[in-house]
C-alpha cells in the first residue's frame, strides 16, 4: 500500500495478520454503515471487534452475518463476549454456540468464567474444543473486583497452562490491571506487570486496558508491541496508533524527539 505523506519517517509496523501489537475493539451495536464508515480509515490498525455484550441476540440473523462478512472482508477477526459463552453453558446451549459462531464466520472466540463455578479441567475442555474447531481462543484471567494486586508467579502459572491448554491469548482482567497499576498507571506495585509479562511473554497477553494514563504506561515501557484490548472504542483506534508509533503527547512526541539534533545516532 502506498500511504498518503509517505516521506515522512516514523515507527513501522507489522502489516496484519500480527504477531503482536494487536489492537481489539469492542463494537458497541453499530450499523453496517456505521462500521464501513469506520473500516475505510482504521481497518490496517484493527486486528479483532469484539460484540458488546448480547447485542447480537437483538439483531435479525441476516445482519448479523452480514457485519460479520463486512469485518472479514477488511481482515478484521470477529468474537462474542465471554458471557455469551456462560449463559449458552449454563442453559446447555455451548456446543451449538460453537457451532453457530463457526458457520457464521467468526474468526475467534472469548471464554471466560466470571459466573461460572466449573473445575479448571472443565475450562481447559472448553479451550481445547474451541481451538480444535479453528478458532483463536481468548481466555480471560483474573477477577472483576480484586482486592490486592496480582502475584505475578501464580498468575504466570496459571496463564501458562490455559497457553497449553490451546489459547492463543490471555486477557488480563480490567479490574487486575486496575488494582496493579493503578487508574493513572502509578502505583507502587507497577514491577508486578513487568514481571508478569516478562514470565509469560508480551506476544501471549492482551491487556484489556481502557484508561488513556494506563495505556500510556505500556506504551512507554513495552513500544508498539502491547496488545490492548479488547474494550478499544472505534473512534480511539487512531489516537491509540499515534501512541504507538510515539506520536502524540501521551508519549511526549517521542517520535518527534528522535529527530532534534541532539539525539540523531551517527
Not at 40 to 55: L, P, Q
Not at 189 to 195: F, G, L, P
Not at 220 to 236: A, K, M
Amino acid at each position: 500500500m502506498k500511504y498518503a505523506l509517505d516521506f515522512i519517517e516514523i515507527i513501522e509496523r507489522e502489516d496484519k495478520p500480527r504477531k503482536s501489537g494487536l489492537t481489539l475493539v469492542r463494537d458497541p451495536g453499530y450499523g453496517l454503515k456505521m462500521i464501513d464508515a469506520y473500516l475505510e480509515t482504521g481497518a490496517a490498525w484493527i486486528d479483532y471487534v469484539k460484540f458488546r455484550n448480547y447485542n447480537p441476540r437483538f439483531y435479525s440473523e441476516d445482519l448479523f452475518l452480514e457485519q460479520i462478512k463486512l469485518y472479514k472482508s477488511y481482515d478484521v477477526k470477529t468474537l462474542t463476549g465471554g458471557t455469551t459463552g456462560e449463559i449458552c453453558h449454563l442453559q446447555g446451549h455451548w456446543d451449538r454456540l460453537i457451532d453457530y459462531l463457526y458457520d457464521a464466520g467468526c474468526s475467534a472466540i472469548e471464554v471466560s468464567t466470571n459466573y461460572l463455578e466449573i473445575s479448571e479441567q472443565e475450562k481447559m475442555n472448553k479451550v481445547e474444543q474451541c481451538a480444535k474447531k479453528g478458532f483463536d481462543v481468548l481466555l480471560e484471567w483474573g477477577i472483576k473486583t480484586p482486592t490486592e494486586p496480582l502475584d505475578p508467579k501464580a498468575a504466570s502459572k496459571d496463564i501458562k497452562a490455559l497457553l497449553d491448554a490451546g489459547a492463543k491469548f490471555v486477557i488480563i482482567e480490567e479490574g487486575e490491571v486496575d488494582v496493579v497499576l493503578g487508574k493513572d498507571g502509578k502505583a507502587p506495585t507497577a514491577d508486578r506487570m513487568h514481571e508478569l509479562i516478562e514470565l509469560v511473554g508480551i506476544e501471549n497477553l492482551i491487556i484489556e486496558s481502557v484508561e488513556r494514563k494506563q495505556q500510556t504506561w505500556f506504551l512507554l515501557n513495552y513500544g508498539p508491541t502491547i496488545n490492548i484490548g479488547p474494550n478499544v472504542l472505534f473512534e480511539e483506534v487512531f489516537w491509540l496508533e499515534n501512541m504507538r508509533r510515539g506520536l502524540g503527547r501521551s508519549v511526549d512526541f517521542q517520535a518527534i524527539k528522535d529527530w532534534l539534533p541532539e539525539n540523531r545516532k551517527g
